[in-house]
C-alpha cells in the first residue's frame, strides 16, 4: 500500500512538468515569437542593414501599420468570420478625411473618417447576421461598393492632406519608440482585454468553436458579431489614417497589400483561421515576422513575383498544418 502511494505520487510529480510542457508546445502565440527571433537573428546574420537600431525602429513602425489593420482581423477571425473588406476601409478612411479636411477641418476629417469606417463594419455584421451572407461574400461585397463610391467621390483623384496630428502620430516617437508603434501596441493591449478577459471575448471563442452550440447555449450572436466587425472596420480605419499622416498623401489603392497581409499575419500568429483558436499576442509577432520576412526578401534582392510567391507559399503551409491539427484534435 505504501509503495503504492509512493508511486502515485511520483506520477504526480511528474505529470506537472508534462503539463507545462505540453502547454508551451501548444501556445502557437509563444512558436510566433521564437520563429521571429530566430529570423531577426538569421537576418542580422545573413544581411546587411539588420543591425542597427535605426533598422530596428523603422521595421517596427512599418509593422505598426498592418499590426492595426491585423488586430481587428483577429477579432473576426477567433469568431470563424473573415474581413475582406479592411483593404478597401483603410482607402476609405484616408480618402474621406484628406477629402473632408480641405473644407471642414482636420479634426472634423478625423472623426468622420472614423464614424465611415466603423458603419463599415456594422453594415457588415448585418449582412452576416440578418442576412445570412457568408462573411467572405458580404465583406468582399462590401469592399467592391467602397471601391466604386470611392471613384464617384474623389472623380478618380483623391486629394493630399496635411495633418498636424496624424503626422505626428505617424513619424513623431516618444524615448525613441515610434509613436505609430506606441498605438499599434496600446491597441493590441485593449484588444487583449476585449478578446480574452472580457464576457464579449469569450462569446468569439464560443462561436469560432461551434456556432450551432453556441446560440443553443445562448450567445448573443448578434451583438457579438456586431462589436468585432465595427471594431475590426474602426481599426482600419485608424490604420488609413496613420498611413496618411505617414505618407501626407491619399490613393484609392494605399490599402490593397493589407487585404492579403492582414490575414497572413493572423496565421502566422498562429491563430486558426477557422477560428476558436489562438491569442491576439500571437498577430503582433505575426505582423512583426511578415514585415521582416519581406525586408529580408527584398534584402536578398528578391522581385516582387517571388516575395508573393514566398510568402503565399508559406501561407499555405500553416494552413495544412492547422487544418491536420484540426482534424486530429
Not at 458580404?138 to 471601391?147: E, F
Amino acid at each position: 500500500m505504501t509503495q503504492a502511494v509512493q508511486d502515485s505520487d511520483v506520477r504526480a510529480d511528474n505529470a506537472g512538468p508534462r503539463r507545462s510542457f505540453d502547454g508551451l508546445r501548444g501556445n502557437r502565440a509563444l512558436w510566433a515569437f521564437g520563429v521571429l527571433a530566430l529570423t531577426w537573428v538569421a537576418a542580422i546574420l545573413f544581411a546587411r542593414g539588420f543591425d542597427s537600431l535605426a533598422s530596428v525602429r523603422y521595421l517596427v513602425q512599418t509593422a505598426s501599420f498592418l499590426g492595426i489593420v491585423a488586430v481587428g482581423q483577429t477579432l473576426v477571425v477567433m469568431m470563424s468570420g473573415i474581413d475582406l473588406s479592411v483593404s478597401a476601409v483603410v482607402a476609405l478612411s484616408a480618402v474621406v478625411c484628406a477629402q473632408v479636411a480641405a473644407g471642414s477641418g482636420s479634426t472634423v476629417a478625423v472623426l468622420v473618417a472614423l464614424a465611415v469606417s466603423a458603419l463599415v463594419g456594422v453594415v457588415n455584421a448585418a449582412g452576416i447576421v440578418w442576412l445570412r451572407l457568408p462573411p467572405m461574400v458580404m465583406t468582399l461585397a462590401s469592399a467592391t461598393v467602397i471601391s466604386g463610391a470611392l471613384l464617384i467621390y474623389t472623380n478618380g483623384s483623391p486629394k493630399s492632406a496635411s495633418i498636424p496630428l496624424l503626422d505626428a502620430l505617424a513619424n513623431g516617437s516618444v524615448a525613441g519608440i515610434p509613436l505609430a508603434t506606441v498605438l499599434w501596441l496600446g491597441i493590441a493591449a485593449v484588444a487583449v482585454w476585449l478578446l480574452h478577459l472580457s464576457r464579449l471575448g469569450g462569446y468569439a471563442f464560443a462561436l469560432g468553436t461551434s456556432e450551432p452550440a453556441s446560440r443553443a447555449s445562448g450567445v448573443p450572436v448578434p451583438v457579438t458579431t456586431l462589436v468585432m466587425y465595427a471594431a475590426c472596420a474602426l481599426l482600419a480605419g485608424v490604420a488609413g489614417l496613420v498611413l496618411l499622416g505617414f505618407t501626407g498623401t491619399s490613393s484609392l489603392t494605399m490599402g490593397n497589400p493589407y487585404q492579403l497581409l492582414s490575414i497572413a499575419a493572423v496565421v502566422l500568429g498562429g491563430t486558426s483561421i477557422l477560428g476558436g483558436r489562438g491569442h491576439l499576442l500571437g498577430t503582433v509577432a505575426g505582423a512583426l515576422l511578415l514585415t521582416l520576412l519581406t525586408a529580408l526578401l527584398v534584402a536578398w534582392n528578391l522581385g516582387e513575383g517571388l516575395r508573393q510567391v514566398t510568402l503565399g507559399l508559406l501561407i499555405i503551409v500553416l494552413l495544412l498544418v492547422y487544418a491536420r491539427e484540426r482534424r486530429t484534435s
